[in-house]
């Protein structure tokens, strides 16, 4: 056995880079603690206060997309017409694959 293998074969750390993975490491936790310090308390001076306005316009927006995903996940559409892709509903969907992957799960 030779002097610069432990018991394990692994040839030992060197104190350089043993010193390089303590800078790393402190380096790293010093990164994200700025990072912390940026989110939370430097003061975002140039965002305005939400109004009423802004929330009520936020609100409509939200309406309108929610009223948008549930109208595609439960309308028939054809997408395509020459590859013959088409837009179903979502559970008539789970009507058709299920079956498939549990045939395919018993194979």
Do not use: C
Not at 76 to 90: A, F, S
């Amino acid at each position: 056995m030779s002097d610069d293998h432990d018991l394990h074969g692994a040839p030992e750390t060197s104190h350089s880079n043993w010193t390089l993975s303590v800078i790393g490491a402190l380096g790293t936790m010093l990164l994200f603690g700025l990072l912390i310090f940026i989110a939370y308390y430097v003061p975002a001076s140039d965002r305005e206060p939400a109004t009423a306005e802004l929330v009520e316009q936020r609100k409509a927006t939200l309406a309108e997309l929610k009223a948008t995903e549930a109208n595609a996940a439960t309308s028939y559409k054809v997408l395509n017409k020459e590859t013959g892709q088409v837009q179903i509903p979502v559970e008539e969907a789970m009507k058709l694959v299920v079956p498939q992957l549990n045939e395919a799960n018993e194979k």
